[in-house]
């Protein structure tokens, strides 16, 4: 039995007291009509309501639920972690009431998929309510009748408290405008601010080192080359450095802030490539690259295999090298040796994991059809790993305790605003007349669809083509042909690394943009080597076939070895040009080493 005390009330609110505190009430509702599915069974009501846009938060909405509306959504977006308060209450003081629903959704790379949260009733009210903590993403709210026959007006309200109520700018630095700023911007979330300075050397770890040189070159004192002499000439010799987490674009960025002439310098970097992505002057940043990003990953691996959005497959545990085809052995090797440093080969990293297995997944992007393989396995009772693209050892992603990090696979973030030429994710990045070709690695080419005049036309030259929009395909392999402009390009990796004895040095190019297989393909070189003809230079296309580039000779001792735009022929023309080609350079003899000065790739493309 329930007794109730109470001191003001009338039969109406005793009554709707009892019932919030009961299982059941002698006012039962039944069963809600409608109700919002996921797959099969009746039409997905939240796949076609009245859409009313954005919704402002904190600002009440009114709309009525009628023969012709009986499904009302609004949108709105987060940059960063909040906690929002949706509900539903009366449109005009005194109405009759509206028993509504309310469902909330999150927007997924297919779309607004099931609902994530539900409220029928708030408490003794048929008004609904329903209160989240959520991270950077886009939502939706959906109001419903409890029954499909109610009707009458409602009203809806979003409130959010948190840094990521904050919207970030279109295609705006991440960052903000200033040093300050990226500690106020809902996108991102600082922390773990520590002073480097050389009186504390146990703060400063061996990746801080590159990073404070380039940091404290952004100043005047561009001419420093050593970590100890950069935090020598920097105000009371202190750096500031501070980590920042983008929970929507699963990504980790540092700053080195410090005193220069009482103004304020320094550098933003990317944590996990080193990239420098901005530069602090006076306080302001300059030259800023990196702009918020939502990651099409969810934040745990276990979560990325359960999402709908992915077809799995090829999902299978390894416990021997031998079970690998050659580019899982080698995307198995890179993802050991990312974890553990040096391991001289797929056995050796094998005896080092729990319960000496690895588990390769083969993730299929249902909405562009993008391949991922996963690598993961388990070091020390945690989950570790890497997401690669598809038939390459380009990351996608980090699995670090389970969780996402460094994200590579990012949504489309500028609809309709690519031009001819600009790089894409998507069509919809294009504008109109425009399509997104050759995607790899989360980037592909706008350009214009159909068949220019002479396109099909023999050609010994670009130039006897008659159009700066032809080029001449082929023409290294002897069958010349003119194709549009957009089907060549350049891609360069110009990053320098020594040669070492009796070893081979391996550096691929992400290449995008082209149309399906290669006509013509083109390397410039460029190794210092005491002794160049000790080395031998291969380069291999995204389907593993591999050519001979060079092949060393006595007359290449004496200076460096330079390959300027060279023919490369022996690839069948039938395999794909988008994905990763790799250089590979290697040292037959002992007693010498050289230097990878960079090189550089042409391609030319036809449709298969």
């Not at 009245?50 to 977006?77: C, K, N, R, Y």
């Not at 010349?480 to 070893?503: E, K, N, Q, Y």
């Not at 580039?549 to 330079?562: E, I, K, R, T, Y």
Request: glycine share 10%; proline share 4%; charged share 20%.
């Amino acid at each position: 039995m329930v007794v109730i005390d109470r001191p003001f009330g009338s039969t109406l609110t005793t009554l709707a007291l009892v019932c919030s505190l009961l299982p059941a009430c002698l006012d039962d509702k039944g069963a809600e009509d409608d109700v919002p599915t996921h797959g099969d069974g009746k039409d997905d009501s939240q796949r076609r309501p009245t859409d009313h846009g954005d919704l402002e938060f904190a600002t009440p909405a009114i709309e009525t639920l009628s023969d012709t509306a009986m499904f009302h959504a609004w949108q709105f977006e987060l940059s960063g972690d909040a906690e929002i308060d949706a509900s539903t209450t009366y449109a005009v003081l005194g109405q009759r009431r509206v028993d509504t629903v309310l469902y909330l959704y999150k927007e997924g790379p297919t779309g607004w998929g099931p609902y994530i949260a539900r409220n029928d009733d708030d408490g003794s009210r048929v008004y609904s309510r329903v209160k989240r903590e959520l991270g950077a993403g886009r939502y939706r709210v959906l109001v419903k009748g409890f029954k499909s026959t109610i009707r009458g007006r409602f009203a809806v309200e979003v409130d959010c408290e948190g840094a990521g109520c904050a919207p970030v700018a279109a295609g705006g630095c991440l960052f903000g405008d200033s040093y300050r700023s990226a500690f106020e911007t809902g996108a991102l979330t600082p922390q773990d601010t520590q002073v480097l300075s050389l009186a504390h050397p146990e703060r400063i770890s061996p990746f801080d080192h590159d990073r404070i040189v380039r940091a404290v070159q952004q100043s005047s004192h561009s001419d420093v080359t050593t970590w100890q002499e950069a935090l020598g000439r920097v105000d009371g010799g202190e750096i500031n450095r501070t980590f920042f987490i983008e929970s929507g674009g699963r990504r980790t960025f540092v700053a080195y802030e410090y005193g220069a002439g009482d103004n304020s310098y320094g550098a933003f970097f990317d944590h996990h490539s080193n990239a420098l992505v901005a530069s602090i002057h006076d306080g302001d940043l300059e030259e800023c690259t990196a702009v918020a990003e939502t990651c099409l990953l969810a934040e745990s691996y276990p979560a990325v295999r359960a999402d709908p959005a992915y077809s799995v497959s090829n999902d299978r545990y390894i416990s021997m090298a031998s079970q690998l085809e050659p580019l899982e052995a080698a995307q198995a090797l890179a993802t050991f040796r990312a974890i553990y440093g040096e391991v001289a080969d797929v056995g050796a990293g094998l005896a080092m994991v729990d319960d000496g297995s690895l588990r390769f997944t083969s993730l299929i992007h249902v909405a562009t059809q993008t391949e991922l393989v996963a690598v993961e396995f388990g070091a020390g009772d945690t989950s570790v790993g890497r997401i690669y693209y598809g038939t390459s050892l380009q990351v996608a992603a980090r699995i670090s305790d389970s969780s996402i990090e460094a994200c590579n696979w990012f949504s489309a973030r500028a609809p309709g605003e690519a031009t001819a030429g600009d790089v894409c994710r998507a069509g919809s990045d294009c504008v109109a007349g425009l399509r997104c070709e050759g995607t790899f690695a989360n980037a592909g080419t706008c350009v214009m669809p159909g068949h220019p005049p002479g396109e099909g036309n023999e050609c010994a030259s670009d130039s006897a083509c008659g159009d700066p929009g032809l080029v001449c395909a082929g023409v290294t392999r002897g069958y010349g042909l003119c194709r549009p402009v957009w089907m060549r390009a350049t891609f360069a990796d110009p990053t320098t690394s020594i040669v070492p004895d009796r070893a081979t040095v391996a550096r691929a190019i992400a290449v995008h943009g082209l149309a399906t297989v290669d006509t013509d393909v083109v390397v410039s070189v460029r190794v210092a080597h005491p002794r160049a003809s000790q080395l031998r230079i291969t380069l291999t296309n995204p389907a593993g076939s591999e050519v001979l580039v060079h092949d060393g000779v006595a007359s290449d001792n004496g200076a460096p070895l330079v390959l300027a735009a060279k023919p490369i022929l022996g690839f069948s023309g039938d395999e794909s040009v988008n994905g990763e080609w790799t250089l590979r350079v290697t040292d037959r003899t002992s007693g010498q080493v050289g230097t990878f000065e960079g090189w550089q790739l042409t391609l030319t493309s036809r449709y298969d």
